[in-house]
């Protein structure tokens, strides 16, 4: 058998499908053999492990390559782009408010999980983001920093752009192996969801969220209003036709692996292989999608206001109007720093829950209750934030080409 013939058939093949069958069997095998199931969370672990692995390198080789041959910020297309991250996440925000106000939850606090530090304002979390920025070149990669990974093929491709052009054509053939090592994990994702759901079910079971249904309502129900609703609006906003093939389209083949990846900067390699059967430019997405994944967080939005409101009304705190405009805009605010902060959106609840003046032993308790649901929320919360950076970006592009 030929070396071609090999990738193809590796490479081919619907993907969405064999992504399907995994899911239903680890499902299958969970409920049937749970210790077995347990077992097969390392092919899952694996999966993730060689996404985070090499998503860095990808986006790196991506980025200086493409500003390397000059090809990045000459349309000026990453600014509507960026305009579109930060309407979705307020949009996602505000609806949150609106469904807490609809359906207002309380909850039975736990203890919190020991070892949490979360910032004590958004002041530190704006010096996290600005820390990163300069963070040293390797650490970045190895640590998976994507606002330093930027920061740096960035600089590094506008110096480059005086190279010569054997320079250029080597960055240039270093992303494209890059692209086709990502090609062939992402090939393997039926094997890892299979993992991934056959643990979590074997783990947690399938009710073992029943005494959360309704918090995870709302939590679920507003992303479902932002991923079907408010996002198809502004897809329609820049393309003026129907979006929802186009919001379908990312929503299955992004929003389905990191739903079980549960990890934006894991999903990378997968919009941008996305991004690239759908005809984007390269110079862009390599750009933009990377970039989603740090302040694109309209899930993260939603987790915090909803779980902030919650602890509110728990404490018999009903906010007023205004009052809870200003969470929509300081949810979005610490949504954007959230991919920079260990723990993600659950530890920026205590930043939220300081306009009510809700003692930080209190968030700390609502932290824990994010934990727990975490399996499910997390998921969708990855899921919505991931498959809107193609999304958006795939709404830009293809607008400016009509």
């Not at 949009?91 to 949150?96: I, S």
């Not at 999980?113 to 979390?125: C, K, Y």
């Not at 379908?248 to 292989?273: D, H, K, Q, W, Y």
Request: charged share 10%; aromatic share 8%.
């Amino acid at each position: 058998m030929s070396n071609s013939s090999l990738s193809s058939k590796i490479l081919g093949g619907n993907l969405v499908l064999r992504i399907v069958i995994g899911l239903v069997l680890g499902v299958i095998i969970a409920l049937v053999s749970p210790d077995l199931a347990t077992n097969f969370g390392v092919l899952g672990q694996f999966f993730v492990k060689s996404l985070r692995a090499i998503a860095p390198i990808l986006v790196f080789t991506l980025v200086l390559s493409a500003i390397a041959n000059k090809q990045v910020g000459s349309n000026g297309r990453l600014k509507p782009i960026i305009v579109l991250y930060l309407i979705g996440t307020f949009l996602a925000a505000l609806t949150a408010v609106v469904l807490s106000y609809a359906f207002p939850t309380t909850l039975e606090l736990v203890a919190s999980p020991g070892g949490l530090a979360p910032p004590e304002g958004v002041g530190q979390v704006l010096k996290a983001v600005i820390f990163n920025l300069v963070d040293n070149p390797l650490g970045a990669i190895t640590d998976g920093n994507f606002i330093g990974i930027l920061a740096w093929s960035i600089g590094l491709g506008i110096a480059l752009r005086h190279g010569a052009d054997s320079t250029k054509v080597l960055l240039s053939d270093m992303a494209d192996a890059v692209s086709f090592v990502v090609r062939v994990v992402i090939a393997f994702a039926p094997i890892g969801v299979f993992g991934l759901v056959a643990e979590t079910i074997a783990t947690n079971g399938i009710d073992a969220f029943a005494g959360y249904v309704r918090l995870l309502f709302v939590l679920l129900g507003a992303m479902l209003i932002v991923a079907f609703v408010l996002n198809p609006l502004l897809v329609y906003w820049k393309l003026r036709r129907n979006p929802y093939p186009l919001t379908l389209t990312c929503l299955r083949e992004s929003g389905v692996t990191a739903f079980f990846t549960r990890s934006s900067a894991a999903n990378i390699p997968v919009n941008m292989n996305l991004a690239k059967r759908l005809g984007l430019k390269e110079e862009i997405y390599s750009v933009s999608i990377p970039l989603g994944a740090t302040i694109n967080m309209a899930g993260a939005a939603i987790t915090i206001t909803v779980l902030t409101l919650a602890a509110a009304y728990t404490q018999g705190i009903v906010p007023d109007f205004w009052t809870a405009l200003l969470l929509s805009i300081v949810a979005s605010v610490c949504a954007c720093g959230a991919y920079g902060v260990a723990g993600g959106s659950l530890l920026l609840i205590p930043l939220a829950c300081s306009l009510f003046s809700i003692p930080n032993d209190i968030a700390a308790q609502v932290i824990g209750v994010g934990f727990i649901i975490g399996v499910i929320q997390d998921s969708a919360e990855t899921a919505l934030n991931s498959s809107t950076d193609v999304l958006f970006t795939a709404a830009v592009s293809l607008s400016s080409e009509e």
